[in-house]
């Protein structure tokens, strides 16, 4: 470097030193994915119907190709486990880790960490979908997706447009970008009071329910639906993971290092968008999981997205599984809205992390 001029050719330098600055804590991964197992034995072996580990366990091993293993479950309990227990469990996972990915994206992207995946207007305009479709009958469904999860899709891929276009697109800093969520948000939300105001009790008791959160399912449609874009938007913002440590510097020593913030940016936002629309089209609104998860995830495994986004995904799919068998089980035969106990929960975790940081502050 020279009269204080940083070399153009230099990604190939900065991965190396990311490299050696941000080692991937394997002790982190090992004990999230134990974590994430042993949820998911919990979940599958916990409710009404209890059943045993063994036999579940056994079960599902026969299930693999090429592998033959008796299982001690009857066939009532093995229609308990595949049909009603397994597409729950693997539903509140693929939500949970969607929702914790988002939201350490949006971190990222914001350098902030207190953005979380209804920044930019989302659940406002879900929420909005939501109220039409089940207060007016708006038949906008298709297959599996329901009115109401279509409905709650296109609000929210509405909202994040209009914040999109309000700021200006891709080019717009993140204090635009921000500010346009937050008036895009406020907008949306008066229209769902609006229409609320509108419905009769039970219309009104139903949306209610819906924007509490909820993992009921009737089989593996839900999953089916949501599956694709877990899997194509994480692997978009799994790729972008080490440019959003370079984004931490500031945008114009990114572009110094041979960085295109602006188009970083766009394709992180938008992932991490639809990512959370297609969540809350299926589960309603669930607060807190992506703004505690990765905040937690950066606390004990370091500041380096490399990390944060992928062990987000995993954290976030095991608090919301291990939530969920609580919201089955904790009132049963009744069930509570699963938003309600991860803002039960989150909220005073997040208060104690924020607590502790100003403390040392």
Same mark, same amino acid.
């Given at each position: 470097?020279?009269?204080?001029?940083?070399?153009?050719?230099?990604?190939?330098?900065?991965?190396?030193?990311?490299?050696?600055?941000? %080692?991937?804590?394997? #002790?982190?991964?090992?004990?999230?994915?134990?974590?994430?197992?042993?949820?998911?034995?919990?979940?599958?072996?916990?409710?009404?119907? &209890?059943?045993?580990?063994?036999?579940?366990?056994?079960?599902?091993?026969?299930?693999?190709?090429?592998?033959?293993?008796?299982?001690?479950?009857?066939?009532?309990?093995?229609?308990?486990?595949? *049909?009603? %227990? @397994?597409? %729950?469990?693997?539903?509140?996972?693929?939500?949970?880790?969607?929702?914790?990915?988002?939201?350490?994206?949006? *971190? !990222?992207?914001?350098?902030?960490?207190?953005?979380?995946?209804?920044? $930019?207007?989302? =659940?406002?305009? /879900?929420?909005?979908?939501?109220?039409?479709? @089940?207060?007016?009958?708006?038949?906008?469904?298709?297959?599996?997706?329901?009115?109401?999860?279509?409905? /709650?899709? $296109? !609000?929210?891929?509405?909202?994040?447009?209009?914040?999109?276009?309000?700021?200006?697109?891709?080019?717009?800093?993140?204090?635009?970008?921000?500010?346009? #969520?937050?008036?895009?948000?406020?907008?949306?939300?008066?229209?769902?009071?609006?229409?609320?105001?509108?419905? &009769?009790?039970?219309?009104?008791?139903?949306?209610?329910?819906?924007?509490?959160?909820? @993992?009921?399912?009737?089989?593996?449609?839900?999953?089916?639906? +949501? !599956?694709?874009?877990?899997?194509?938007?994480?692997?978009?913002? $799994?790729?972008?993971?080490?440019?959003?440590?370079?984004?931490?510097?500031?945008?114009?020593?990114?572009?110094?290092?041979?960085?295109?913030?602006?188009?970083?940016?766009?394709?992180?936002?938008? /992932?991490? =968008?639809?990512?959370?629309?297609?969540?809350? /089209?299926?589960?309603?609104?669930?607060?807190?999981?992506? @703004?505690?998860?990765?905040? +937690?995830?950066?606390?004990?495994?370091?500041?380096?997205?490399?990390?944060?986004?992928?062990?987000?995904?995993?954290?976030?799919?095991?608090?919301? !599984?291990?939530?969920?068998?609580?919201?089955?089980?904790?009132?049963?035969?009744?069930?509570?809205?699963?938003?309600?106990?991860?803002?039960?929960?989150?909220?005073?975790?997040?208060?104690?992390?924020?607590?502790?940081?100003?403390?040392?502050?």
């Amino acid at each position: 470097m020279a009269d204080g001029v940083l070399p153009i050719a230099a990604p190939d330098e900065l991965d190396l030193s990311v490299d050696r600055a941000f %080692r991937v804590p394997m #002790g982190a991964v090992i004990v999230s994915v134990a974590v994430l197992v042993a949820v998911a034995i919990y979940s599958a072996t916990s409710g009404a119907a &209890n059943l045993p580990v063994g036999g579940v366990i056994a079960t599902l091993l026969d299930k693999l190709p090429l592998v033959d293993v008796d299982s001690s479950l009857s066939a009532r309990q093995e229609s308990i486990l595949m *049909q009603i %227990r @397994l597409p %729950r469990m693997v539903l509140g996972m693929l939500v949970g880790g969607a929702l914790g990915m988002a939201g350490a994206a949006y *971190q !990222g992207v914001f350098r902030n960490p207190l953005a979380d995946p209804y920044l $930019l207007g989302v =659940s406002a305009g /879900a929420g909005f979908g939501a109220v039409l479709a @089940l207060g007016f009958g708006l038949d906008v469904g298709w297959g599996p997706f329901g009115a109401v999860p279509a409905a /709650a899709f $296109l !609000g929210a891929m509405g909202a994040v447009g209009m914040t999109t276009v309000i700021s200006r697109g891709a080019w717009s800093s993140p204090a635009t970008l921000l500010l346009s #969520g937050v008036a895009v948000a406020s907008l949306f939300s008066a229209a769902q009071t609006y229409a609320l105001q509108q419905l &009769n009790e039970t219309r009104a008791r139903e949306v209610l329910s819906w924007l509490f959160g909820q @993992l009921n399912t009737s089989g593996w449609g839900q999953v089916a639906i +949501l !599956g694709p874009y877990v899997v194509v938007c994480g692997f978009v913002l $799994l790729a972008t993971r080490r440019h959003l440590d370079v984004l931490r510097v500031g945008d114009d020593e990114a572009e110094a290092l041979g960085l295109n913030p602006r188009a970083v940016r766009l394709w992180t936002i938008l /992932a991490a =968008s639809l990512l959370t629309a297609a969540a809350v /089209a299926v589960s309603g609104l669930i607060a807190f999981v992506g @703004l505690v998860v990765p905040h +937690l995830v950066r606390l004990l495994a370091g500041s380096s997205y490399r990390v944060i986004l992928p062990l987000s995904a995993v954290s976030g799919a095991a608090f919301l !599984g291990f939530v969920d068998v609580w919201a089955r089980t904790i009132n049963a035969p009744a069930e509570l809205p699963v938003g309600v106990i991860t803002a039960l929960v989150g909220a005073p975790v997040f208060a104690l992390v924020l607590w502790s940081g100003a403390r040392k502050a």
